[in-house]
């Protein structure tokens, strides 16, 4: 990888420029000559901060990629600690990684024509939809659609636990004062639209399908030059595999979809679920994940930066004969294996142990352990399919929605078994979480500042960390466009 120090001089001097131009036209009216003096004196303060951020920044990236030009595991040092307890690079990850790429949000397996799902991811309300066909040339009947759940008109989020189903034919779905209670706010929802039924805002009552084009708009006379085609909900870019929803809310315009990362993220993306398929089939499991059913879900709040829990994932099973005690005795370690498939996609294998052919959760198939960049990881073992899904919440708080998945054709050996499996899987999670939590507080302290690899053991996990420098570099100007493929 080639660094290239761009300077940061011009862009500051263009966006002062702006904000100068700004602060010129909102104080005119009002302006005094001790007012002008604070207004100079905060806009010295907001240029000094911001270049001192991206100081910071800089300074702490090429920490991490300094300590090795060639980027081998063998002679790089982790990165600093900052990285995982600064708010700073919590908001680079949040504009420039997590909002920026191909990112895991949901998992969900629509009902039929009209079904849709809302969410949040890191301050994104989503709306996806299956559409009707409404005799309308932009719908694709039955696939997956997803939009920025936010009416066009004034802001508000459009669908959710409110939601009223609307029809054009001068009905006006109103909601009562107990629809609109305040806890509501923010809160996931998932329900099916009749043919011929529409979404209609809870805030002034401006209606959309689910292809997202407004049906609706309520009292515009007088509005000039105003086209109801122009006020269609805003579409993300989304993509699949099996139930895994994964929206790009950078769109077609982020660094993901011109030059740094390639001129076509789609088939980069389409290319790394190709290559976990053939791997997947390759160790006897049904490549497409078509063959399983949904058991449970469960959500995880914690302690911890949302990079230490991906490090941990990709840690090789380093940790795993010290701190997964049932884990451990049901895999074979020494001929455990990772895998780098692409730039988005690791694989670490776990051939079952003698124990694990007595463990009817283990089975008797290697197991495969999927990290897709940024945010997700896959697990595939015996009859079993789970997913992690990684929600950073802040720079030491991290979500994480559990979801599990049964062959469908497996039969079930007890009662208890589903559960008992359940329970298993908890105790590991449960025990990362400690390990994650007390890493997290070991970071936060003066006493660590960065650490080393083992070459054998973590690969992926210094692959994650490759990914992200290479974000964080071209983010804060440090690397050129064209080093994104070097």
């Known amino acids: 990888m080639t660094l290239r120090l761009s300077s ?119 709306l996806l939809t299956t559409s009707h066909d409404d005799n309308d040339s932009s719908s694709d009947n039955g696939e997956i659609q997803a939009f920025f759940n936010v009416c066009t008109h004034a802001g508000s989020c459009l669908a959710g636990p409110w939601t009223k189903h609307a029809r054009n034919q001068g009905d006006t779905a109103s909601c009562s004062s107990l629809d609109l209670n305040p806890s509501l706010v923010g809160q996931a929802s998932e329900g099916q639209l009749s043919p011929g039924e529409h979404f209609q805002c809870p805030y002034h009552g401006w209606r959309f399908n689910t292809n997202g084009r407004l049906t609706r ?117 020494t001929s455990y294996s990772t895998n780098l498939l692409s730039d988005i996609l690791s694989i670490q294998q776990a051939p079952p142990s003698s124990a694990a052919n007595d463990d009817e959760r283990f089975g008797n198939k290697t197991a495969v352990y999927a990290q897709w960049y940024p945010n997700l990881m896959l697990n595939r073992y015996g009859p079993w399919f789970d997913i992690d899904l990684v929600i950073p919440i802040d720079e030491s708080t991290t979500k994480v929605l559990k979801f599990w998945f049964l062959e469908r054709d497996f039969q079930v050996p007890s009662d208890s078994y589903i559960q008992d499996s359940i329970q298993s899987s908890e105790r590991v999670h449960d025990e990362d979480v400690f390990l994650c939590e007390n890493v997290q507080l070991g970071l936060q302290s003066r006493g660590f500042q960065a650490g080393r690899y083992v070459p054998s053991k973590q690969i992926a996990t210094h692959h994650f960390h490759q990914e992200l420098a290479k974000d964080y570099l071209q983010a804060c100007g440090v690397l050129d466009s064209e080093d994104m493929s070097e």
């Open 217 to 333: 708009a309520t009292q515009t006379k007088g509005i000039q030059s105003f086209q109801a085609k122009d006020f269609a909900l805003k579409p993300i870019p989304v993509r699949r595999i099996g139930p895994i929803v994964f929206l790009n809310f950078g769109g077609f315009n982020s660094h993901t979809n011109d030059g740094a990362r390639g001129s076509d993220s789609v088939t980069r993306f389409d290319q790394s679920r190709d290559l976990l398929f053939d791997r997947l089939e390759r160790n006897g499991f049904v490549a497409d994940l078509s063959d399983l059913k949904f058991v449970e879900s469960r959500a995880y709040t914690l302690k911890c930066n949302w990079k230490v829990f991906t490090d941990n994932y990709g840690d090789g099973c380093y940790h795993c004969s010290y701190a997964h005690a049932d884990l451990a005795s049901n895999i074979d370690e």
């Open 8 to 126: 940061l001089s011009s862009s500051s001097s263009s966006s002062s420029s702006s904000s100068n131009k700004w602060t010129e036209t909102a104080t005119s009216a009002t302006s005094t000559p001790q007012h002008d003096k604070q207004v100079a004196h905060n806009s010295m303060h907001d240029k000094r901060y911001q270049k001192d951020q991206f100081s910071f920044l800089q300074q702490e990236i090429l920490k991490y990629t300094n300590t090795d030009s060639n980027n081998s595991i063998q002679n790089s040092f982790t990165p600093p600690s900052t990285w995982y307890t600064s708010r700073d690079f919590f908001s680079l990850d949040r504009e420039h990684v997590l909002l920026n790429h191909w990112t895991a949000v949901d998992v969900w397996t629509p009902t039929g024509k009209g079904a849709y799902k809302t969410g949040y991811f890191m301050g994104q309300p989503y």
